[in-house]
């Protein structure tokens, strides 16, 4: 049987174990740790420069990891055809492993490269005229199968009242398709999933640092935005995750054996905020959770931008 052995502090030559550093503060930082203000510009600038460097070095890497993978699951596919010959069904069964695997590494490959993408700028909003709920219809087809596996009831219905007005059709079928992937993994078998959209009045400050004589209502008498909303019957997010839920690489506790890299939601709240909008939740411990996000009839000038700051 293991025994745990005892730490011990041993003093060193110059006496450091004798008594706490006169300089130091309540945390245990001397004044030498401290950055003077000259340099906090610089060590900020240095920082950033090597976290867009990292990043761009990854994302290069992930890149170079999609063609060999398509390659590895182009084979996979040819071996299921069994054009090469006949296989057996046991190997069907690891191809068809192969391939659930293959696809799921090609994810998070593209969940890396568009955070990477929105991390340093480089992904841009592209807005034409269209109908949200072809989109919004769309995205469900494309799930209704893996739902249906699990035995989870997706619902959603079309909204005559939304409008045709001005969106990054792609964009936001990658959030819807990121919240309906986050209940999917969080709902259980049996559960439910809801989708819905409904015209909505946003009053918002129409500057990001208004003065006071703005006030924050803004009497509007008719719709400015779609609000589309996930709602799922999983078991809910405590109050003190619902701003980290939406943090880069995040996980609930508890959940780190779940699959994926905790960049869903993250890539969901820069993409919205992309075009304009904003995300949040709402969930009670037990009670399911409701994702919602906004997104303007008017997309402003500064929609372009990659929205990275909540």
């Known amino acids: 049987m293991a025994t745990a052995q005892k730490n011990t502090c041993v003093p060193d030559a110059l006496g450091a174990a004798s008594g706490p550093d006169p300089a130091a503060d309540a945390g245990g930082h001397s004044a030498a740790d401290v950055p ?5 510009l610089q060590e900020y600038t240095e920082l950033r420069e090597r976290f867009r460097r990292t990043t ?10 999609k063609t060999p993978l398509s390659i590895l699951n182009g084979y996979v596919e040819l071996l299921q055809s069994e054009k090469l010959g006949p296989v057996t069904d046991r190997q069907r069964e690891v191809l068809h492993d192969m391939q659930a695997n293959g696809k799921r590494l090609q994810q998070y490959i593209q969940d890396f490269l568009t955070f990477s993408a929105l991390e340093t700028g480089g992904l841009r909003m592209h807005f034409d005229q269209g109908n949200i709920n072809d989109c919004l219809s769309g995205v469900c087809k494309l799930w209704s199968g893996r739902f249906q596996e699990k035995g989870i009831a997706l619902y959603f219905l079309a ?41 909505h009045m946003w009053d918002r400050r129409t500057a990001a640092v208004p003065s006071a004589a703005e006030r924050r209502r803004q009497n509007l008498s008719h719709p400015n935005a779609v609000k589309v909303s996930v709602s799922d019957s999983g078991p809910g997010i405590p109050a003190e995750f619902h701003l ?16 994926g890299m905790g960049l869903g939601l993250a890539i969901a709240r820069r993409l919205v905020q992309g075009m304009g909008g904003k995300i949040w939740v709402e969930s009670e411990t037990g009670a399911g959770c409701k994702f919602s996000f906004l997104v303007p009839y ?13």
Request: aromatic letters at 10%; proline letters at 9%.
């Open 56 to 65: 761009n070095a990854l994302a290069s890497a992930a890149h170079d990891l």
């Open 36 to 40: 003077s203000p000259e340099n906090l």
């Open 159 to 199: 909204n005559d009242k939304l409008p045709v007005f001005p969106f990054d059709a792609p964009k936001l079928e990658r959030v819807i398709s990121n919240l309906l992937e986050n209940s999917f993994k969080f709902t259980p078998q049996g559960g439910t999933v809801w989708l819905h959209a409904e015209p």
């Open 244 to 259: 980290e839920v939406f943090d880069d690489f995040f996980r609930l506790p508890g959940t780190e054996s779940q699959e």
């Open 298 to 310: 008017k997309p402003a000038a500064a929609a372009a931008s990659k929205g990275k700051n909540r």
